[in-house]
Nanobody, 117 residues
Framework: QVQLVESGGGLVQPGGTLRLSCAASGNIASILSMGWYRQAPGKKQRELVAAITSGGSTNYADSVKGRFTISRDNAKNTAYLQMNSLKPEDTGVYYC??????????WGQGTQVTVSS
């Protein structure tokens, strides 16, 4: 089992910045990649925002390329999402995800990000 705890969400004005953190615990060795998913208001599905493998390869949604940066501190078992130049359409609940061996997924509890003036 892997447990994920997110932090860092909040209310920010358009053009502002936020940094999300996701601390992992438990069976860390089983984690293949970590990522952030967003569930926009009124939508049921979560969409991938960014992901990073254990080797450091990254993947971003087209809508956040050039604005968001995902990183990972293996010593702290923590993934980060640096969000710059935030837009109102970035608003949503951000969930941390860990893809584990055997195609198993672990999810955090979610953190709210609101971009509004």
């Amino acid at each position: 089992q892997v447990q994920l705890v997110e932090s860092g969400g909040g209310l920010v004005q358009p053009g502002g910045t936020l940094r999300l953190s996701c601390a992992a615990s438990g069976n860390i060795a089983s984690i293949l990649s970590m990522g952030w998913y967003r569930q926009a208001p009124g939508k049921k599905q979560r969409e991938l925002v960014a992901a990073i493998t254990s080797g450091g390869s990254t993947n971003y949604a087209d809508s956040v390329k050039g604005r968001f940066t995902i990183s990972r501190d293996n010593a702290k078992n923590t993934a980060y999402l640096q969000m710059n130049s935030l837009k109102p359409e970035d608003t949503g609940v951000y969930y941390c995800n860990a893809l584990r061996i055997g195609s198993r997924n672990s999810w955090g509890q979610g953190t709210q990000v609101t971009v509004s003036s």
